[in-house]
């Protein structure tokens, strides 16, 4: 089992950047797959981003890998998810999430992949 914890509340203006940090222990993150949630009030949870366990090869939603970049620092076992130019529509909850090494592309999205989540980072935006 893999424990996340994320980093606190965050309250930003439009165009402002902010990094969300997801920390894990229980396994190194070489051998996790690591994803970005985000749900919205009154709305599912969807995928944002991951960078996988084998060469860190990263994934990013469309609507905003010209945006959001994943990375991660394998000696602090922590992953990381830049976030820049952020508008009112980014406005969320931000899960971290774990999976198996082997999740193969076409899989990240899916919530259901990942066993292990943060406790969600809420991020408001105002206009």
């Known amino acids: 089992q893999v424990q996340l914890v994320q980093s606190g509340e965050k309250l930003v203006q439009t165009g402002d950047s902010l990094r969300l940090s997801c920390a894990a222990s229980g396994r190194p993150l070489r051998s996790l797959t690591m994803a970005w949630f985000r749900q919205a009030p009154g709305k599912e949870r969807e995928f944002v981003a991951a960078i996988k366990a084998s060469g860190g090869i990263t994934y990013a939603a469309d609507s905003v890998k010209a945006r959001f970049t994943v990375s991660r620092d394998i000696g602090a076992n922590t992953g990381y998810l830049q976030m820049n130019n952020l508008g009112p529509e980014d406005t969320a909850v931000y899960y971290c999430?774990?999976?198996?090494?082997?999740?193969?592309?076409?899989?990240?999205?899916?919530?259901?992949?990942?066993?292990?989540w943060g406790q969600g980072t809420r991020v408001t935006v105002s206009s």
């Open positions: 999430a774990a999976g198996s090494e082997r999740l193969i592309t076409s899989s990240l999205r899916a919530t259901s992949n990942y066993g292990d």
